[in-house]
């Protein structure tokens, strides 16, 4: 009896053992892959840097920022779930933006919209 329970805390505790250096072993392979795809920041040239679009000056109305009918329309309809916060609108855009790069300002606002929606269900 007394042997049986030795086996069984000898079996358990090599199967924690091994559960941790497993769990290290893994954790140490993602971060050498994350850095390995992350390169420096002395090795970035300033022409790759991705900029995001700037917002429009405090006080200009979306009149005045050549936005058209329709994307003015997908942010009126953003706004009330982002609690009139232009900013995080104009990020959601740039979001998009990124995703699609030659997409037209219409699809841009019309794909934060639908992320918008989706993601607060």
Known sequence: MDSTVVLIGAAVGLIVIAAYLFKRMVRRRSDLARKAQVPAASSVEPSAVRRLPQAPPPGR???????????????????PLTNYNEEVIDR????????????SEEALHSAAHERLVRDNR
């Open 92 to 103: 959601l855009v740039a979001l998009e933006r990124n995703r699609m790069p030659h997409a």
């Open 61 to 79: 109305s979306a009149g005045q920022t050549g936005r058209s009918a329709r994307c003015e329309a997908e942010r009126q309809k953003m706004r």
